[in-house]
Structures are given as C-alpha cells and as structure tokens.
C-alpha cells in the first residue's frame, strides 16, 4: 500500500488491539469521503474526506470485518469486493471509550462498522460515471510516492468531460486538475513527466519530452561550497518542517542541524512508514536523522507561552530548547525556592529544564553616530 497520512488521521480513535470487550465500545460517526484505496488482501479501505478546498483533510484506514455493515447507495447489502477506489462512502467506526487516546502505528487503523455508499453528486453519465472518472483521475500519476485524494469533482455538460481537482496529502501543495472524457476514459491536456497531451479536431497529439536534468544552483559572487551546502540543508530542512506541521502536528517535535550537517527532526512516537517518506521528499535524504522526543512542539510552545504570561514569578527569562525537548528556566535560586511550586501549576517539571544562576538583565544598546568604529570583539 502507497504512504497514507493526514494531521487528522493520528488523533483519530481506534479500537486497542488488547481490549474487545463489547461493552465499551462505542459506534463513531467517521466522515463522507472518497475511498482512494482498496487491500483486498488486508480488507481495508483508505478514505479521505471529501471536496476540501482547503486546510487539513481527515482521513480514515478502515478494516472491514464480518460484522461491519456495508450498503450500496441503494440501501442494499454488497460485499467488500463491491466496493470501489472512487466512490464516496459514510465511514462509521468503533472506539473504545475506555481508552480513547491511544496512538500506536501511522497511520492508525479503526475496525468499521458501517461502510455505506452515497449517491453520486451527478448520477447517470455514462459510461464513465463519476466513480470510474475519480479512479481514474486517482490513478492519472505515476509516482508510487504519492498520496492522491481529491478536492473536488465537477461535470462539464459541454463537452461530456468530467473535472476532478485532486492534490498530494503529503505537500498539500500539488493541485492538478484531471479533464477526462465520459465517453471513452481518456485524459484530456494531463500534464504528465515531461510531455503534455492535446486534443484537437478529435486528434491526440503528445509533445515531446525533453529532460533538462537538475537545474544547478548558481552561485552568488563570494557564496563557497560550505555556505552553498548549508543552505541547501536549511531549505530542505524548511520544507520537511513544513511538511510535518501539517500533516504530523501530533508527531512533531522539532528540528535542528547538527554539527555534522545532518537534519535532525523529532517525533514524540515511532512511525516507519512517515519516516521513510520524508527521506522519500526530501533532496538532501542522506542528511535527514530522525530522533523521538516526549513533547510535542505545540506543548513547548504553549508551556513556553504560560510561563511568559507568569508577573512576579521571579523568572528572568525563558527560552525553548529543541535539542533538549524543553523550556529553559532562567531564574536565581532564591526566586525559584520562593515561586517554585505556583510555576509548576501551569508547567510540568519534566518540561522545565532549569538554569539556576545570579542573572540580571544586561542593556548592551548604544546610539553610535556615523564614523564611529565598532569592536566586534566579546
């Protein structure tokens, strides 16, 4: 199965693997969304929500079982080899309300409990129908990297041809509008790889690729190979970051560069799957190391927010540390013998790392006139 993910996707309830006891469970309303896959051999199906324009968008992993409902948009029983990449479906799950929270492996699964089929948005067009056009639009590119879902669906009435936006889960960034016949399936101007396909007077005509190959960086007069190097990690490291924010908010946990080079970023649990996948989208993949932390970097940032709201606490100053996965105290020890235990109403301690020192606020301004040297030196 391709890379699965959605920021939604981990905070979603699943039923615990350890725990089947079927008086805590309980029936969840999932989300109405298009299935973009099918395991036959695991009986799951992937569904992400529906005609998003925009944000983040939920996701469901669901394992179809003997007791899970399945109904077709007429209301009637179907089996699980009926169902199909394309349709829209109401996905219902069960949760364990005796232990809700738990986060286990990315992307979580859920045991189904009812799978039901929604009638097309433009029913009755023929012979590609609106399933048939998204499972094609689905599966229009050739990167096994990529997670498809789709934005939107439309019909031109004009020209018989079906209009489905989809877009990479993992960039969310990648918007490509799919143009596909109902007559015939056939894919109207899709860019692909290099070429780009027309029609015109009922004639298909490809343009010729031509491979370019990487684009080298042109170097700014004064620019070595080393600050060259270091940007490239900075801009690689951006757009991972950037990445996990999105998709992985209740994963990520920071990211720095090491004094090797290497692009550490932090997760709060173990995911192979989004592990190899950033290696997979990133340019710079031999420099990407991955570490597991205990804290978010919302949790800092909130923890480091309380703390900063805190008057006559006796804290001098407050800086968060990524390395450490902490917040750092700065306060001297008398302060902290006498506000110790109001601050840790607001923080918990194993957030907190603590410098305990004399320090005192130091004013280095200066108003310096044109003319006037400077040492640099400290």
Known sequence: MKFILTACLIALFFISGCNNNPKTLVEVQGIIGYIVELDNAKNTILVFEAQREGGQVKGHLITIENQTLLKDANNNKIQFSELQIGQKVNAVYYMDKDNPFVLGSFPQPMKGSKVLVQPEDFPDILPIDETKAIAIALQSDDDKGVQLFVRNVDFNNEDKTWMILIDDIITMENKKLVKIDSKNGNIWGMKTRGAQIFHEDGKEYRTIPIDAGNVPRIAEPGLDQTALEETELADDREKLTKSLKSIAPDLYAGSYTDEMGNNIFLLTDKSPVLEAKLKTISQRAEKVKIQYAKHTEKQLNDAHNKLNSLTNAGIIG???DTKLNKVTIFISESALSRNKDNILKYVNEDMINWQIG????????????????VDSTY
């Open 358 to 373: 004399d320090y005192k606020m130091v004013d280095q301004s200066a108003i310096l006139y044109p003319g006037e040297q």
């Open 318 to 320: 407050i800086s968060t």
